[in-house]
């Protein structure tokens, strides 16, 4: 359901986002510190007195999703460099998802691919229109530019302090689908590539949420716990926990099924993705960008 407050929350949370967004994406440079930057970027949320809905996200080159610093993360940006950024706000649990490449070579006609699909499936958004006839068009967009569109990732439906959920928008034609409504709130995020069109599981696992409420036995685990209840079932990494033995109670509780780690997701070695996503609502005749 959607009313005066919620539009609010999800306006304010889009335009804070939109802004630090690109405020972050200004400060890549080669030789610059992932870490450095990282936590430059989400400090600027908080100072904000805003939250992140889910940790920022920085994955490279054939990486599309799911990564970001660790603990001591020595990674510096390299010239030639593919840079995703996707940020996630939320104010009272409404959440604006955002993202955008840099691109540190010479990569402008890949990026132009996911902006150029973006610019497209949001120009189909109304309701009555399905997701499938959504995902023809960031595929159209993708292919006639010679590169192709990543197949198993998708946007996705957003709700209070719900970062993903029904629909998901395919970035590939689909028949079917799910017909939109007005009042739906939406992310938008095609991903162009030079590679495959599919992505994997890399054993890197930085990020991670609650998946059920079931007991918890070890001290350490029982530790994590504590700081994992405040973000509501909302994505947190293992960096935010600030504690060094945190490493064998997140193993042990993905195992008991209360967690649930997101492995960076990645296309075939060598290849090379972009990736440009908006938050948006459907309106009667249109929609909302609330990223923009
Ligand atoms: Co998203």
Redesign the pocket.
Known sequence: MMNDEILENYKEAGKLASKILHEGAQGVRAGGSYLELVDSVEDRIRSEGADLAFPLNVSLNEDAAHDTASTGDERVFAKGDVVKF?L?VQIEGYVA?T?TTVDLGNNSLLLDASRAALDAAIACVRPGITTGEIGAAIEHEIVTRGYRPVANLT??GLDQYV??MDPTIPNIAISGGTVLEEGMAI?I?PFATTGSGRVGEKTRVEIYSQISDKPVRTPAARGVMEKVRERRGLPFSRRWLNDKKAGLALISLCRSQILYGYPVLSDIPGSLVSQH?H?MIVTEDGCIVTTR
Do not use: L, N, S
Request: a negative charge; zero cysteines.
């Open positions: 996707d996630g998802d993202a946007g996705h970062a993903h992310a995020e996503e938050t």
